[in-house]
T-cell receptor, first 113, second 113 residues
Framework: GDSVTQMEGPVTLSEEAFLTINCTYT??????LFWYVQYPGEGLQLLLK?????DKGSNKGFEATYRKETTSFHLEKGSVQVSDSAVYFC????????????FGTGTRLLVSP | SQTIHQWPATLVQPVGSPLSLECTVE??????LYWYRQAAGRGLQLLFY??????ISSEVPQNLSASRPQDRQFILSSKKLLLSDSGFYLC????????????FGEGSWLTVV
């Protein structure tokens, strides 16, 4: 079945460092791909998404490119801030039907001043 | 604009007691509705989804049930809680139709003691 694999955390960075959180997926065909963010004590918020191959999703300085050749959707940010500390979830969903989201296990990011 | 609310935000319940978590969506009609659970140290798992009033589909066998008595109301219940029911429960909604984003509520922390 469909699955999403994320890198293990926590990822610990200093402020202004470059961030990469790896995400790969297993699916038949080309699903939509998402990054959700969960700040401490809160629910999930959509961070960015890409609905087809080679699309780049971006928001709040974060970017991710849909790579069908490597079945990947890695999350990147050039300069992280302390306020970016959160858990990041990669997910896939099909564009038809009720669109169940299949999530990775999440990667915790800790940014220190 | 559309909003989603779920409550209570936090609850501590003894083993064997009943549970009722409620979720409502405003500003849209006939949404797809979802209940997800995030167990400690694990990713998000879809529990139930609904495409209309009275239509509930279960993804995994468990000690929980869901109901949709009104178009924009989704309730998660249990008659007798187990310790393993502890976790973070998230309600979500999506506008009916393809290629629409799923949005999450604030979440409810359940601790079964």
């Amino acid at each position: 079945g469909d699955s999403v694999t994320q890198m293990e955390g926590p990822v610990t960075l200093s402020e202004e460092a470059f961030l990469t959180i790896n995400c790969t997926y297993t699916a038949t065909g080309y699903p939509s791909l998402f990054w959700y963010v969960q700040y401490p004590g809160e629910g999930l918020q959509l961070l960015l998404k890409a609905t087809k191959a080679d699309d780049k999703g971006s928001n709040k300085g974060f970017e991710a490119t849909y790579r069908k050749e490597t079945t990947s959707f890695h999350l990147e940010k050039g300069s992280v801030q302390v306020s970016d500390s959160a858990v990041y979830f990669c997910a896939l969903s099909w564009n038809t039907g009720f669109q169940k989201l299949v999530f990775g296990t999440g990667t915790r990011l800790l940014v220190s001043p | 604009s559309q909003t989603i609310h779920q409550w209570p935000a936090t609850l501590v319940q003894p083993v064997g007691s009943p549970l009722s978590l409620e979720c409502t969506v405003e500003g849209t009609s006939n949404p797809n509705l979802y209940w997800y659970r995030q167990a400690a140290g694990r990713g998000l798992q879809l529990l139930f989804y609904s495409v209309g009033i009275g239509q509930i589909s279960s993804e995994v066998p468990q000690n929980l049930s869901a109901s949709r008595p009104q178009d924009r109301q989704f309730i998660l219940s249990s008659k007798k809680l187990l310790l393993s029911d502890s976790g973070f429960y998230l309600c979500a909604w999506k506008r009916a139709g393809d290629r629409n984003t799923i949005y999450f509520g604030e979440g409810s922390w359940l601790t079964v003691v």
